[in-house]
């Protein structure tokens, strides 16, 4: 069992630049690969990135890949999404989620847990 809490969520301008948080607590850590997804108004919610266990294993969308960035510190229980070069586009509630497995999982069945979401908003 794991409990996860976003944070950093905000208004920015297109161009701009915001790093997400994700705390966990709970059970160990290292214990789930970890991930982002985002949903939009009025979309569905879709895959943004996923890390494995230890960071050697990172996965992107190709809506983001080469813009954001995702990373974890296992000392901290805690992974980020750095964000940048953002676009109105980008505009979403993003979720944090966690998986026991692997990204695969997260990627494809998706995520054991979830947190409860961050809204980002990117103006023109």
């Known amino acids: 069992q794991v409990q996860l809490v976003e944070s950093g969520g905000g208004l920015v301008q297109a161009g701009g630049s915001l790093r997400l948080s994700c705390a966990a607590s709970?059970?160990?850590?290292?214990?789930?690969?970890m991930g982002w997804f985002r949903q939009a108004p009025g979309k569905e919610r879709e895959f943004a990135a996923a890390i494995s266990k230890i960071g050697g294993t990172i996965s992107y969308a190709d809506s983001v890949k080469g813009r954001f960035t995702i990373s974890r510190d296992n000392a901290k229980n805690t992974v980020y999404l750095q964000m940048t070069s953002l676009k109105p586009e980008d505009t979403a509630v993003y979720y944090c989620a966690a998986d026991a497995t692997s990204t695969a999982h997260i990627r494809g069945r998706g995520p054991d847990y979830w947190g409860q979401g961050t809204q980002v908003t990117v103006s023109s």
């Open positions: 709970g059970r160990t850590f290292t214990t789930y690969a």
